[in-house]
């Protein structure tokens, strides 16, 4: 009877761990197989007494809640990569375990919240499930290893500090330029909602540049430092085929690369234009035998989406920089030609009120010509280039929105164009790189 219980637990568990994607709610199966089951360990809380057991239950469920948060927070964190910006080797469906070792583990922010749920309570997209007092400074603890060049990292949205109500999702921030672009920005009456740093949705990027590296993009190639960038086999970029396409063509195009039916574009005359790594664009040259080529925009078309967001610095997803990464402890010497890059990081990251004068800037009230950085910035791209929302688009990533870096996928899963729900074996327990 006892081996039943444990087993209907474990089922439950296991479903808990799915439709919450938090592998970490399976931990409570330790200490209930040894109280129904094996009786090697003298739980403090456990008590035969019949009258009691209610006490027995309730201290286990706090036990399991207090480990998990833990750990949630020391160690080991699960996330649900919900986009595409790092397919291949991160795709929609996987749920990936995110080490908070590695980089050093962030003590909370806002540490008075409902355990394991989003940013709202069960059932609602609009009641928070935590509160904004305590709000404290975010402080790191000692890592294992230093974030290295290439790493793929995981980290809050540095555009989430403000969000539409219920739509964590959308860049407030994104929608207010474009409603700039099409004119419509008197007409745009959204109010934004704050998130303090460990509220915003996390991401996963990859590092292309640390604090003091000068990155360049020319005709969509990363140069770090002057030279080209060594990750080059993992980047998708938009692909011409010159060929047409029919129908069930493109939906083996969609299922075997994994695409969605969004980013396949078709051109009457043209072609079809598709995300392809090096790899993938040979293999469909030669299938096809035609043509396939990468699509650039030209260098000088302007793209306001696109970061600093000015006019002056005319930068498109393919065309970027040069741009000098700040570190901790690094001056640079303000200008209003160059403040456009660092006011973000003057005014929201570092917390400092920037006002300009004419050609005067002041930083707290004090006329400045050099500015200090506190914390270092890095610099992010997704490996699906053109389909991805990282630092060409909202500027640099602070060091205390990083929240660690992703070492396995423990379950993965996608819909086909058919619209059918599969499991992906192959990708469980993979090592993202």
Not at 60 to 72: H, K, N
Request: aromatic letters at 10%.
């Amino acid at each position: 009877m006892r081996w039943l219980w444990f087993l209907f637990a474990a089922l439950l568990c296991f479903l808990a761990a799915l439709f919450t994607r938090q592998p970490l709610v399976l931990l409570s199966l330790v200490p209930l197989l040894d109280i129904l089951i094996t009786h090697t360990v003298k739980w403090p809380w456990i008590n035969n007494h019949p009258k009691k057991k209610r006490k027995t239950w309730i201290g286990l469920l706090i036990w399991a809640i207090l480990t998990g948060l833990i750990i949630r927070i020391f160690v080991l964190d699960s996330l649900y990569v919900g986009d595409d910006h790092s397919r291949n080797e991160l795709q929609q469906g996987d749920c990936v375990l995110i080490s908070k070792l590695s980089y050093g583990p962030r003590l909370p922010v806002t540490p008075l919240h409902l355990p394991f749920t989003n940013n709202y309570l069960p059932f609602s997209k609009t009641r928070l499930s935590y509160t904004e007092w305590p709000h404290l400074q975010p402080v790191r603890m000692n890592g294992l290893t230093a974030i290295k060049r290439y790493d793929l990292i995981a980290f809050n949205f540095p555009e989430g500090d403000s969000v539409v109500t219920g739509q964590d999702n959308l860049s407030f921030y994104a929608l207010r330029r474009q409603a700039m672009i099409t004119g419509n920005e008197s007409e745009m009456i959204i109010q934004p909602e704050y998130r303090p740093v460990d509220r915003r949705k996390i991401e996963i990027s990859r590092c292309k540049g640390l604090p003091g590296d000068t990155i360049t993009i020319d005709k969509g190639r990363v140069f770090v430092n002057g030279k080209l960038e060594g990750c080059l086999q993992k980047t998708s970029l938009n692909h011409l085929i010159e060929k047409e396409i029919n129908d069930s063509l493109v939906k083996v195009l969609l299922d075997t690369y994994h695409l969605k039916a969004k980013e396949i574009r078709r051109y009457p005359g043209l072609g079809i234009l598709m995300p392809l790594r090096i790899d993938q664009q040979i293999e469909v040259a030669t299938s096809f035998k035609t043509k396939v080529n990468p699509v650039m925009l030209s260098s000088g078309q302007g793209d306001y989406n696109i970061f600093p967001h000015d006019i002056r610095f005319p930068w498109n997803r393919d065309n970027l920089g040069p741009i000098i990464l700040p570190g901790k402890g690094d001056s640079v010497r303000l200008t209003p030609e160059n403040l456009p890059i660092y006011e973000r990081i003057i005014r929201v990251y570092e917390n400092n009120h920037l006002e300009v004068r004419r050609n005067e800037i002041r930083i707290n009230g004090i006329s400045t010509k050099y500015y200090t950085f506190r914390q270092n910035y890095y610099f992010v791209l997704g490996d699906n280039r053109h389909h991805s929302r990282d630092s060409r688009h909202w500027g640099f990533l602070p060091e205390d929105h990083i929240t660690g870096k992703p070492i396995l996928i423990w379950f993965s899963s996608r819909v086909d164009s058919n619209l059918t729900t599969r499991i992906l074996w192959k990708r469980m327990l993979r090592v993202p790189v």
